[in-house]
């Protein structure tokens, strides 16, 4: 069984400043993990996936997520943010034929 | 190429009332997903549809039932609708095979208020 953990329902962070959102996760097999944004009255897109190639991650938007093993996470930075970044943040685990995934975090921009 | 294609956006039905949702796939993929997103949670599954046969199936009463069509398009019906069935409902699709890091390509979703 796998399950997902996303660490604060919000975050709040500066225009410019560092963007951290935090995902642990818990996989009975060698985990594909996954970030997905959903912005208001929209459906998933996603933003990077972790296949066991390599374990930093880039995605698009300027985003990037590094897998930790030991630490089973798999969090999600963006070294700037911007405005346009605000909206709801999902980590997903793969199973066989199903993504689980976090609660959420939703992500606010102050000017 | 359109993606992931969903109707109706919205829907309002009453206590004890059947609804259907649709589905179009992504161009080139064969694999349906369901969930069901509550207020403030994240996406649960509900089943996957591959080949016109339900493959897997999470935690959701037989109420919520479902199709799949030879155009690999899919259909979500869901009898005696209950309060607590109001959430946005999210189509996914993947390409051929049942391969776990295959991305999921996801609509919009169906908004259902159920009064």
């Known amino acids: 069984a796998q399950s997902v953990t996303q660490l604060g329902s919000h975050v709040s962070v500066s225009e410019g400043a560092l963007v951290l959102l935090r995902c642990n996760y818990s996989?009975?097999?060698?985990?594909?993990l996954f970030w997905y944004v959903q912005y208001p009255n929209q459906g998933l897109q996603l933003l990077l996936k972790?296949?066991?190639?390599?374990?930093l991650v880039k995605g698009i938007n300027g985003f990037e997520a590094e897998f930790k093993k030991s630490e089973t996470s798999f969090h999600l930075t963006k070294p700037s943010a911007h405005m346009s970044d605000a909206a709801e943040y999902f980590c997903?685990?793969?199973?066989?034929?199903?993504?689980?995934f976090g609660k959420g975090t939703h992500l606010i921009i102050q000017p | 190429d359109a993606g992931v294609t969903q109707s109706p956006t919205h829907l309002i039905k009453t206590r004890g009332q059947q609804v259907t949702l649709r589905c179009s796939p992504k161009s080139g993929h064969d694999t349906v997903s369901w969930y069901q997103q509550a207020l403030g949670q994240g996406p649960q599954f509900i089943f996957q549809y591959y080949e016109e046969e339900e493959r897997q199936r999470g935690n959701f009463p037989d109420r919520f039932s479902g199709h799949q069509f030879p155009n690999y398009s899919s259909e979500l019906n869901v009898n005696a609708l209950l309060l607590g069935d109001s959430a946005l409902y999210l189509c996914?699709?993947?390409?051929?095979?049942?391969?776990?890091?295959?991305?999921?390509?996801f609509g919009p979703g169906t908004r259902l208020t159920v009064l």
């Open positions: 972790y296949t066991s190639a390599a374990t």
């Open positions: 996914a699709s993947s390409p051929t095979g049942i391969h776990s890091y295959n991305e999921q390509f």
């Open positions: 997903a685990v793969s199973g066989i034929d199903r993504l689980t």
């Open positions: 996989s009975s097999v060698p985990p594909y």
